[in-house]
């Protein structure tokens, strides 16, 4: 498998929406090949006698009986909210209106 390139890195940075110096993609990019040669040595060692699994342990069901108990009031929840606006927490706008 071939490295990862500074040029990869960059590209997965920008899609990340990640600021990173000249620096950090070098450092990155020798990370980022480590743990890629790490998972193709994964997928070296599986053979077709082993199942896929996605827990090495059996896994039980741990939920609890659904039975209804008292709750925060509205105003009890909006206590500690830095903003409210009409019985609601008021948040600042992440992402524009589409027209």
Same mark, same amino acid.
């Given at each position: 498998?071939?490295?990862?390139?500074?040029?990869?890195?960059?590209?997965?940075?920008?899609?990340?929406?990640?600021?990173?110096?000249?620096?950090?993609? %070098?450092?990155?990019?020798?990370?980022?090949? $480590?743990? *890629?040669?790490? +998972?193709? &040595?994964?997928?070296?060692?599986? !053979?077709? %006698?082993?199942?896929?699994?996605?827990?090495? $342990?059996? *896994?039980?069901? +741990?939920? &609890?009986?659904?039975?209804?108990? !008292?709750?925060?009031?509205?105003?009890?929840?909006?206590?500690?909210?830095?903003?409210?606006?009409?019985?609601?927490?008021?948040?600042?706008?992440?992402?524009?209106?589409?027209?």
């Amino acid at each position: 498998m071939a490295a990862i390139s500074r040029e990869e890195v960059a590209h997965l940075a920008r899609l990340s929406r990640l600021a990173v110096t000249e620096e950090e993609l %070098d450092r990155f990019a020798g990370q980022l090949d $480590v743990i *890629l040669q790490s +998972v193709a &040595r994964v997928g070296e060692v599986a !053979a077709e %006698d082993i199942p896929p699994t996605s827990h090495s $342990v059996p *896994l039980t069901n +741990v939920y &609890r009986e659904d039975v209804p108990t !008292a709750s925060l009031t509205q105003d009890a929840a909006l206590s500690g909210a830095p903003d409210a606006y009409e019985s609601r927490f008021r948040v600042p706008r992440i992402l524009d209106e589409e027209d």
